[in-house]
């Protein structure tokens, strides 16, 4: 299992929101895993690639794909050295995925056994209100940046030393690099609902529900953005879990090449029965309170793939190939996308579901089989 920045990040927001995290490991990573879990069902649809922390990202740029980190391209004032004719065009309003996907919410208060009537689990000790037992993944305002001219700029870097990773790239040389052709923004949220209970009159007043969570949560202040009361104050969101916790950031990317072997291996491994059943599992896997369920699904699912799941190294599959095979498996990504939206509608689908399953695998030790 790989520790990233990324997963430290969702973690201190699990802490912060909830108590026992910092002392129940396994559960922080389960909910980080199944987060990620939920990224991928979002963008693999769109025929993108989670960002997880590469925030500040560009079309064009070079990025390490494994490490997450950046290594060539656009600086604050979005210009890339290595490609002058290259201008953006955006931030600009996006195609939204239509992901309705959700994950346990009992978890994030401590595991199963609190749920009550209409699967709802009351937070504070007066009984007042309770909090739906799954929580929501959403997505605000997705919106996308792109080359103005088209990718093919992204043919054409200078020819300079400083440059002379791009042309790797170009010539087949992927060595775990992608070139970036467009970036999707916007900010995530999983988002858990929170009513009175019956029997509870009047209405929600922010401050008190702050109160209540601050309560349970053992910290001194909450955004106080953090929950939204419905109009007619019965109900209210409340934000788990933000990303980023202000304004719009990178969160997914579009490749300049795909690995189309590997598509169409994953997407005609998960045909028939196999796909369905590894829908069944994910969905299991993301909606159960059980740390020890969570585990034994995982098990079924890696039985499924025969024990072979690469968990979070499972991009650089899709956007890399071995030099002696890349000018074979290589192509670029427009093409392949277009290719297979032709001949099987329902690919990328096979893809974020494969996707999920190994985010959802690496949090789950070799040692807990």
């Known amino acids: 299992m790989r520790v990233t920045k990324y997963a430290a990040a969702v973690g201190l927001i699990a802490a912060a929101f909830f108590p026992g995290f910092g002392h129940a490991s396994p559960d922080v990573t389960q909910v980080q895993a199944r987060f990620r879990a939920l990224e991928a069902l979002y963008f693999l649809p769109l025929g993108a690639f989670p960002a997880r922390e590469l925030h500040t990202i560009y079309p064009g740029d070079l990025?390490?794909?494994?490490?997450?980190?950046?290594?060539?391209?656009?600086?604050?004032?979005?210009?890339?050295?290595?490609?002058?004719?290259?201008?953006?065009?955006?931030?600009?309003?996006?195609?939204e995925a239509g992901f309705l996907g959700t994950m346990s919410a009992e978890l994030l208060v401590g595991g199963s056994g609190g749920a009550g009537p209409g699967g709802l689990i009351t937070i504070d000790a007066g009984g007042h209100f309770a909090m739906s037992k799954l929580a929501k993944f959403d997505v605000e305002r997705l919106t996308q940046m792109d080359p103005s001219a088209g990718e093919s700029v992204l043919y054409y870097p200078e020819a300079n030393p400083e440059c002379s990773p791009y042309a790797d790239v170009l010539a087949y040389d992927f060595r775990g690099r992608a070139i970036i052709s467009r970036v999707f923004r916007g900010r995530e949220l999983l988002v858990a609902g929170i009513s009175l209970n019956a029997g509870v009159s009047g209405s929600i007043e922010k401050s008190e529900l702050l109160s209540v969570l601050e309560a349970a949560a053992g910290i001194s202040a909450l955004p106080i953005d953090s929950v939204t009361v419905s109009a007619d104050g019965r109900s209210a969101d409340f934000n788990v879990i933000s990303k980023p916790g202000k304004g719009h950031l990178a969160l997914g990317y579009l490749p300049l090449h795909l690995n189309k072997r590997q598509v169409a291996a994953v997407h005609y491994f998960l045909q028939g029965q196999r796909g369905t059943e590894l829908r069944r599992l994910v969905n299991a896997a993301l909606n159960t309170p059980e740390p020890g369920v969570f585990a034994d699904i995982v098990q079924e699912?890696?039985?499924?793939?025969?024990?072979?799941?690469?968990?979070?190294?499972?991009?650089?599959?899709?956007?890399?190939?071995?030099?002696?095979l890349a000018g074979d498996f290589m192509h670029p990504a427009e093409e392949v996308l277009k290719t297979f939206g032709e001949e099987a509608p329902d690919y990328l689908r096979s893809l974020a579901y494969y996707a999920a399953a190994a985010e959802l695998s690496s949090a789950v030790n070799d040692f807990q089989e």
């Open 301 to 324: 699912i890696r039985t499924l793939f025969g024990g072979e799941l690469d968990d979070e190294a499972w991009a650089n599959k899709f956007l890399s190939a071995p030099p002696e």
């Open 63 to 95: 990025i390490d794909v494994d490490r997450g980190t950046r290594i060539l391209g656009a600086g604050s004032n979005k210009k890339n050295t290595c490609f002058p004719a290259l201008s953006i065009k955006g931030p600009h309003d996006s195609k």
